[in-house]
C-alpha cells in the first residue's frame, strides 16, 4: 500500500480534527499554543482496538493526561476505543490517508504496510523477554519505527504486549501435533498464518472484534494472545484450555500521520514524545501485574493453564526462518539480514 496522502489531504485532516472538536487544529505554529485560544488548540483523534481496561489503553490515558498538562490544554488527545472505528487494518488505513491522526495496532496487521514488521511473527525469533527489549530499545528498534514514516505511518513507541500462546475450546494443545485439525484464529496478517500452517493448525484470520462470537459459535477451535487480552475480551468464558507455549512476542505500537506529524510545531512535538516515554514506563510496570492478575482470573474462572515444552514448538517453527535465508527475492533477503541482526542482539 503505498502512501497516498498530499499536502490537501493535510489540510483536510486539520480541519476535519478540527471541526470534530469544535476548535481549529494549528499547523507550522513555532510559539507555544495558547489555551485561551481557541483557534491554537489542538485535538489529536486516536483510535484502537482494546478494551477500557486493557493496561495498554490505560496507558494511552495517561499519554492523553500528561500530553494535556504539558501543553496546559493546548493539545488533547481523544481516544477512541474498542475498536469503534473499525478493525486494526481499517484503523492503519484511516491514519495513513489522514483521517485519523493516531492510532494503537498490533505489529502484526502493520506488516501488510510495512514488511520488517514481519519479524516480530517469527516464532522463537527472541530467545526470551530480555533478548526482545534490547532488541526494540536498540538501533532496530528504533529504525523499525521511523520505517513506517515511508507508508505515512510514523511509529512513535513500542508498548509490551508480551508473549502470544494458544487458547482453545475443548482440548490443550500440549505439542504442535495437537494443533492438527484445529481452526485457529489468526491476525491479519501472512505471517501469524505462517506460523499456525507450520506448527500444523489451520489458520483463519478474523478481526479481534468479532473473535468472541467466532470462538462461541464454533467457526474457531481457539486463537492465540497475551494473558491479558485472553482475560480482558472474555474469551475464556469459551476458551477453557490456555497453553503457555508463548510462541511469539508482537509489541503494540503507536503511530501517527507522518504528514501531520511533520507539520506540528516541535514544541508540540516534544511534548508528545515526552508524554509518551512516561506512558511508555507506565505501561511496562502495569503489564506485569496485570499479566499475573489476568493467570489468577482466568484460573478462577475454570480455565486450565498448561506449560508445554517450548522447545517442541521452536524445532517445529524453525523452518519458517530458515525459508528466508533460501529465499532469492529480494524482500526476504532485507528481512533474512534483519534476522541475523536480530539474533546478534545481547541484553
Ligand atoms: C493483542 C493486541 C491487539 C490486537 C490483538 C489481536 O491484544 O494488543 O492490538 O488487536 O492482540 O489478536 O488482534
Redesign the pocket.
Given at each position: 500500500m503505498n502512501r497516498t496522502i498530499s499536502f490537501a489531504a493535510v489540510a483536510l485532516l486539520i480541519a476535519a480534527l478540527g471541526a470534530a472538536s469544535g476548535t481549529a487544529l494549528v499547523v507550522g505554529q513555532r510559539n507555544r499554543p495558547d489555551p485561551s485560544d481557541p483557534a491554537r488548540h489542538i485535538t489529536l483523534k486516536l483510535g484502537?482496538?482494546?478494551d477500557q481496561q486493557?493496561p495498554?489503553h490505560k496507558a494511552m490515558v495517561l499519554f492523553a493526561d500528561r500530553l494535556d498538562e504539558l501543553s496546559s490544554g493546548a493539545v488533547t488527545v481523544d481516544i477512541i476505543p474498542n475498536g469503534q472505528l473499525g478493525s486494526?487494518t481499517e484503523l492503519l488505513e484511516q491514519v495513513q490517508h489522514g483521517a485519523l491522526a493516531m492510532t494503537?495496532?498490533?505489529t502484526?496487521?502493520l506488516e501488510s504496510f510495512v514488511p520488517e514488521m514481519s519479524v516480530f511473527g517469527l516464532p522463537y525469533l527472541f530467545r526470551d523477554e530480555p533478548h526482545f527489549w534490547a532488541v526494540l530499545e536498540g538501533p532496530i528498534g528504533k529504525e523499525l519505527l521511523a520505517k513506517g514514516a515511508e507508508s505515512g505511518l510514523r511509529g512513535l513507541c513500542y508498548y509490551d504486549?508480551g508473549a502470544?500462546s494458544f487458547y482453545t475450546v475443548n482440548r490443550p494443545i500440549l505439542k504442535p501435533d495437537d494443533l492438527q485439525g484445529l481452526k485457529i484464529r489468526v491476525?491479519a496478517s501472512p505471517t501469524s498464518m505462517e506460523m499456525v500452517e507450520t506448527l500444523g493448525g489451520s489458520p483463519t484470520p478474523i478481526?479481534?472484534g468479532e473473535?468472541y462470537s467466532a470462538l462461541q459459535q464454533k467457526m474457531v477451535d481457539g486463537?492465540?494472545?497475551?494473558p491479558?487480552?485472553f482475560h480482558k475480551?472474555r474469551h475464556f468464558e469459551v476458551c477453557k484450555h490456555y497453553s503457555l507455549d508463548e510462541h511469539t512476542r508482537?509489541p503494540?505500537l503507536l503511530l501517527v500521520n507522518e504528514e501531520l506529524w511533520q507539520q506540528l510545531p516541535p514544541q508540540v512535538q516534544q511534548w508528545i514524545e515526552e508524554a509518551i516515554e512516561e506512558s511508555v514506563a507506565y505501561e511496562r510496570e502495569l503489564w506485569q501485574k496485570d499479566t499475573r492478575d489476568a493467570l489468577e482470573a482466568v484460573q478462577k474462572e475454570g480455565v486450565t493453564i498448561h506449560y508445554p515444552d517450548k522447545t517442541l514448538f521452536a524445532d517445529k517453527a524453525a523452518p519458517m526462518l530458515q525459508a528466508f535465508n533460501e529465499a532469492q527475492d529480494e524482500a526476504s533477503e532485507r528481512i533474512a539480514a534483519l534476522i541475523a541482526r536480530i539474533q546478534e542482539v545481547t541484553p
Open positions: 484502537h482496538a482494546l486493557h495498554v486494526e494503537k495496532v498490533s502484526a496487521p504486549a502470544r491476525q478481526s479481534f473473535l486463537a492465540e494472545n497475551n491479558p487480552s475480551t508482537v503494540d
